[in-house]
C-alpha cells in the first residue's frame, strides 16, 4: 500500500497526571487495513487509543487523521469526525435494549456505515435479543453490540480495545469472524489485543509497544516468524 496514510501518530508522549505512560510512540494506519497494536499490561496500548480518540490529550507530537491535526481536539469532535472508539469495557447502556443501545449509536448522525436493520440482519445473535437489555447480554454478545453501536455512527477509522479479553474460545471465534467482516467493507482498524493469535488471524500489519515506546514494527508474517520479538516483548514462544 503506496497511499497516504488516513491515521498519523507522530511522537506522541501521554500521561495520567504526573505518570508518562507513552514515550514519543509514532504508528500509522492506512484505508482498508487492520493493524495490530501489542504489548504486554502497561506498555500503553490503551493509552495510545485512548489519545487517538480524544480521551487524553498528549503532551507532545501529533496526531493527523485524513490529512488534519486532530491532536488537542475533544473526543466527541473526533468521534464526528469518523473516528469510533470501542473501549475494553464496551460502555454499554445497561438498562436499555439492544436496540435502544444501537439507537444511540446513530443519534447525533445519519452517516453510519450500517443502518440498525442492516447491523441486526449481519448479527442474527443481536435480531433475536434486540429487546433484552445489555446488561442481560453474554461478554461475547455485549462486544458484537459496542461494535454494532459503532458502526451505525460516522466510522471511517475503528479503534478497538481489548475485543476478545475474557471471552470463551468460540465467542473469540465469532468476534474475529465480526472484525474481518468490517475489514471486508474497508473499514480500517486499529486493533488492540494480548491475545497474540487474534492479532496474527486478522491483522496486516503490526506494532510492538514497551513501556510507552514503540519497540517494533513489522507485517504479520514477519512477527509471526521473529521467536525473539514474541518472546522479550510479548512474553509468548514462537508459534
Given at each position: 500500500?503506496?497511499?497516504?496514510?488516513?491515521?498519523?501518530?507522530?511522537?506522541?508522549?501521554?500521561?495520567y497526571g504526573s505518570g508518562l505512560v507513552l514515550r514519543g510512540a509514532s504508528l500509522n494506519v492506512r484505508d482498508g487495513e487492520v493493524v495490530g497494536l501489542l504489548g504486554r499490561n502497561g506498555a500503553g496500548k490503551t493509552t495510545t487509543l485512548r489519545s487517538i480518540a480524544g480521551v487524553l490529550t498528549p503532551r507532545e507530537g501529533t496526531i493527523k487523521f485524513e490529512g488534519a491535526d486532530i491532536t488537542d481536539r475533544p473526543d466527541y469532535e473526533i468521534s464526528t469526525r469518523g473516528i469510533?472508539?470501542?473501549?475494553?469495557?464496551?460502555?454499554?447502556?445497561?438498562?436499555?435494549?439492544?436496540?435502544?443501545?444501537?439507537?444511540?449509536?446513530?443519534?447525533?448522525?445519519?452517516?453510519?456505515?450500517?443502518?440498525?436493520?442492516?447491523?441486526?440482519?449481519?448479527?442474527?445473535?443481536?435480531?433475536?435479543?434486540?429487546?433484552?437489555?445489555?446488561?442481560?447480554?453474554?461478554?461475547?454478545?455485549?462486544?458484537?453490540?459496542?461494535?454494532?453501536?459503532?458502526?451505525?455512527?460516522?466510522?471511517?477509522?475503528?479503534?478497538?480495545?481489548?475485543?476478545?479479553?475474557?471471552?470463551?474460545?468460540?465467542?473469540?471465534?465469532?468476534?474475529?469472524?465480526?472484525?474481518?467482516?468490517?475489514?471486508?467493507?474497508?473499514?480500517?482498524?486499529?486493533?488492540?489485543?494480548?491475545?497474540?493469535?487474534?492479532?496474527?488471524?486478522?491483522?496486516?500489519?503490526?506494532?510492538?509497544?514497551?513501556?510507552?515506546?514503540?519497540?517494533?514494527?513489522?507485517?504479520?508474517?514477519?512477527?509471526?516468524?521473529?521467536?525473539?520479538?514474541?518472546?522479550?516483548?510479548?512474553?509468548?514462544?514462537?508459534?
Amino acid at each position: 500500500m503506496t497511499a497516504e496514510p488516513i491515521l498519523s501518530v507522530d511522537e506522541i508522549s501521554s500521561s495520567y497526571g504526573s505518570g508518562l505512560v507513552l514515550r514519543g510512540a509514532s504508528l500509522n494506519v492506512r484505508d482498508g487495513e487492520v493493524v495490530g497494536l501489542l504489548g504486554r499490561n502497561g506498555a500503553g496500548k490503551t493509552t495510545t487509543l485512548r489519545s487517538i480518540a480524544g480521551v487524553l490529550t498528549p503532551r507532545e507530537g501529533t496526531i493527523k487523521f485524513e490529512g488534519a491535526d486532530i491532536t488537542d481536539r475533544p473526543d466527541y469532535e473526533i468521534s464526528t469526525r469518523g473516528i469510533s472508539f470501542v473501549p475494553e469495557e464496551r460502555a454499554m447502556f445497561p438498562d436499555l435494549t439492544v436496540h435502544e443501545n444501537l439507537q444511540m449509536g446513530a443519534i447525533e448522525d445519519n452517516g453510519g456505515i450500517m443502518t440498525i436493520d442492516e447491523i441486526l440482519d449481519w448479527m442474527p445473535r443481536l435480531a433475536e435479543r434486540q429487546s433484552l437489555k445489555a446488561s442481560k447480554l453474554s461478554g461475547g454478545e455485549q462486544q458484537m453490540l459496542a461494535i454494532g453501536r459503532a458502526l451505525v455512527s460516522k466510522t471511517d477509522l475503528l479503534l478497538l480495545d481489548e475485543p476478545t479479553e475474557g471471552l470463551a474460545p468460540q465467542i473469540v471465534q465469532d468476534v474475529i469472524e465480526t472484525i474481518e467482516s468490517i475489514k471486508q467493507r474497508g473499514i480500517p482498524i486499529l486493533l488492540v489485543e494480548q491475545n497474540l493469535n487474534t492479532v496474527l488471524e486478522v491483522a496486516d500489519r503490526v506494532y510492538v509497544l514497551d513501556q510507552g515506546k514503540i519497540v517494533y514494527e513489522g507485517s504479520v508474517d514477519e512477527l509471526e516468524a521473529d521467536d525473539s520479538v514474541q518472546e522479550q516483548y510479548l512474553g509468548v514462544g514462537g508459534t
